[in-house]
């Protein structure tokens, strides 16, 4: 705990961690709950269709009570069960499910077929100009949009 305490000694970036071990650093002080409530803007629950039967259940719902309404949340799970819509109806606000349907021969690929990722390395100098061109391009499809989805935090948000 000494050593997270130091590294929790301000509000972090980023703090990857099981529910359990947020509810014990809550708790003990080592990570302010006013921290959490200032600064915390998303949080992403991995393996949401599990974390249940892990037995986080109870730390769960104690860490939503230092969840601000204006978190983001994000969860990713594999199947879709009760524990999904129970964290579903705990977390969210306004879900929007994505689902991923396999396409062809899709079971042996990594990334089905029809989920794209690209990306661009540049200088930090060149990136706005980039994302300006990408945008002013029409490269990016306006179908639909998934609130967080971010191309570049230094952009407004308009």
């Known amino acids: ?94 879900p929007y499910i994505l689902t991923l349907a396999e396409v062809g021969d899709g079971k042996d690929e990594i990334v089905p077929k029809n989920v794209q990722q690209f990306w661009i390395q540049c200088s930090y100098r060149d990136k706005l100009l980039y994302i300006l061109a990408i945008l002013k391009l029409d490269l990016v499809q306006k179908k639909f949009g998934i609130k967080s989805a971010v191309l570049n935090a230094e952009l407004p948000v308009n």
Do not use: W
Request: net charge positive; with cysteine; proline share 4%.
């Open 1 to 94: 705990m000494a050593s997270t305490a130091t590294a929790l000694s301000g509000p972090p970036y980023i703090f990857v961690s099981t529910p359990a071990c947020v509810q014990r650093c809550l708790s003990s002080g080592v990570l302010q709950a006013k921290f959490v409530h200032d600064y915390l803007s998303i949080i992403i629950l991995d393996k949401a269709d599990l974390l249940f039967t892990y037995g986080y259940e109870k730390n769960l719902k104690d860490l939503k009570t230092h969840i601000p309404k204006r978190c983001q949340c994000l969860l990713m799970a594999a199947t879709s069960s009760d524990d999904v819509e129970s964290l579903k109806k705990l977390y969210l606000h306004n």
